[in-house]
Nanobody, 118 residues
Framework: QVQLVESGGGLVQAGGSLRLSCAASGRTFNNYVMGWFRQAPGKERELVAAISWNSGDTYYAEFVKGRFAVSRDNAKNTMYLQMNSLKPEDTFVYYC???????????WGQGTQVTVSS
């Protein structure tokens, strides 16, 4: 069974940092694009960052550029999201996702809550 499991969320003060991890199992994701979305209750998910299969290409939403960094370790089947200079408006559930392209992200994790207090 293909599975993505996020970890590393929690409560942090504004200006702090968190590192999210996404552990993949059930198959190798070496040739998959992987990414992070976030979602607030009642709102659509929004793309935060994505990374190509070989880490050669990355994408960041404008609202996290310069603060967040996405990386992956294919040997460990794990993707990371380093989040620095966190703001209260970064409070969301963060989801890990994978797919053969950014337009076909069809494997999702269960989400991890990130709460940033002011």
């Amino acid at each position: 069974q293909v599975q993505l499991v996020e970890s590393g969320g929690g409560l942090v003060q504004a200006g702090g940092s968190l590192r999210l991890s996404c552990a993949a199992s059930g198959r190798t994701f070496n040739n998959y694009v992987m990414g992070w979305f976030r979602q607030a209750p009642g709102k659509e998910r929004e793309l935060v960052a994505a990374i190509s299969w070989n880490s050669g290409d990355t994408y960041y939403a404008e609202f996290v550029k310069g603060r967040f960094a996405v990386s992956r370790d294919n040997a460990k089947n794990t993707m990371y999201l380093q989040m620095n200079s966190l703001k209260p408006e970064d409070t969301f559930v963060y989801y890990c996702t994978a797919g053969l392209s950014l337009a076909t992200m069809n494997i999702w994790g269960q989400g991890t809550q990130v709460t940033v207090s002011s």
